[in-house]
């Protein structure tokens, strides 16, 4: 199960909700309570003043009649009215004629000083609200009636509205809780069920599942569609990569296996035919030499020599046999690879050429201290067919200068051998490498024809490269990488 | 506390102006003070003032001769205990617009003018006829002799105390189509209801 993150897009579009309603709930309810305490206190202004008209209109026979009492009795009226602290009742002359105090009796009450031309004031302060109202009688002022009211009625009245606006917007937040969770889930709901598709699909590489689009067409279920397009494509893109991918794989498998069979049969032909002539080669030649030993008498010269020159070609095609099981021994065998010093297997080889013909005036020129990687008898196969081959074919010059060193193929390592001989035509260059190819007559220079392709081989089961440059009576440079 | 200086409230912030109409205010109320304490008002003056108020608080009927009149006529019948003060309360007001005067009359057939009628103690002889002349005639009988409002009259002045106060006779006043107020009656001594002759 996919949690769903802290901050959801659920929780801020039900936060936002709720903010935007509770705002302009409060923003109302401080609006109407200000309202109602301006309106309030109009209200009450006018209250007061109704009451003290009305008791002013009661009192006129009163004062006329200079009965205090039955003042007294008008105001007491006013216990009807809690709200009212005291009221008073004045002549003209500002002289107290009757005064009313809530829950006492007989206290003074002295009319607060106004101009004597003032007859109509109120003032709020100390909680109280206070009134003077003049009382007019046939056109002619008769009293004063002072009435005195406490605000806790006002302040009560506020509170509660405070409570009432308390409990609304507690209520009214609740109802937006409810509603916005309830209608934000539209919004919400498709837009989390993709992200968790989403993550689904980046988690488990799994583009066979698909989001659920809301039932509504918004732009929400637009982008639902979008994506399950694309993981649609996805998908049927992977199945195809896949499927080629397979195949590729199914095809290099099979040709693998064909080329391996039929390489293994190539080469257990070549040996159990190469491993086949010896036999009766040996036969040709056991038998030639019986008869150039045991018959020499009854053989004239030319009978010798026929039989001489048939064991020589015994002797050159039991080399190239050898040659041969060489070259095809060579694919069998593992590979060893150490570090060796190729400088010094180098002079060693020269030094064994040179030995095959001391007269020869040859110059070796072989670079110090090169270190290389690779089978030491596999790379002195190489070094014998390299020097060999520049030893045998600058045996036509009277002088010969032979060189081993290092060079650079494309920021690889490489080395190479130079001689000064005969060199070859560059146009057959491609053919150097070839088993039995030979660009010179035997005659001329003697050989199988297997050197270069042995030597080709175990550069290649080393991994590295073989090249050759040359021209015709211009030398030969033969080049390998390991 | 504001409540004893609503100047303040007035005013505002004005704090000089408030403090010079305090101080106006303070002068102008001591000077009331001693209006107030004027010399109190003598017994006849107060009945005086108290004539004129009750024409306040009276309907008469629509047929009442005096309402033919341009004025508003208290009258005084017998011995004028008054002299001049009446004239003196009276001096400058209305009632309904008609300008109140004190006329003096001798015979109770020349109360059919006045709205009020103020009976002197001097015709207690004769207050029976007095009352049977203008008992139906829509006047309003005013007298300070006692048992006034038992002999038929429909106001009577008593004392109490040191302060004047005065008894009503419905039955009588609604004999005399006159309608008293209220008020009026709220602030009388005793309000006076005559058995009704076999009820």
Redesign the interface.
Known sequence: MLRVPDSSISRRLTWMNMLVSGVALLLSCAAFVAYDRVSFRQTMVQDLSIQAQMIGS?S???V????PR?GE?TLAALQAAPNVLAAGIY?P???LFAAYWRGARGRDL?L?????R?TQ?H????G?L?L?RSVI???KPVALVYL?SDLSQMNARSRRYAEIGAAVLLASLSAAFLISWSSQRAISKPLVQLAQTARIVSRDKNYSVRATPPGNRDEIALLVDSFNEMLAQIQSRDGALRMAHDSLELRVQQRTAELTASNNELEAFSYSVSHDLRAPLRSIDGFSQALLEDYSAKLDAGGQDHLRRVRAATQRMSVLIDDLLNLSRLSRSAIRRETLDLSALAAAVAEDVRKSDPARRVEFIIAKDLAAEGDPQLLRVVMENLLGNAWKYTSSHPQARIEFGASQDNGRRAFFVRDDGAGFDPRYAGRLFGAFQRLHAATEFPGTGIGLATVQRIIHRHGGKVWAEGAVEKGATFHFSL | MNLSSPARSLFGSRRRLLALSAAAAGVLFSLSCLHAQEPKPTEHQVKATYLYNFGQFVRWPRNASALQSDSFSICVLGQDSFHSILDAALHGETIDGKSVVARRISTPQEAAICRVLFISSSEEHQLKEILEAVGQAGVLTVSDMPYFTQRGGMIQFTREGNRIRFAVNLTNAEVGGLILSSELLKVAITVRRNPQPGG
């Open positions: 009661t006129v026979s009163a006329l009649f200079d009965d039955a009795e002549t002359q500002r002289r002295p607060p000083s106004l101009p004597l003032q004031a003032w709020f302060g100390d109280e206070a003077v009688f046939e056109g005195r």
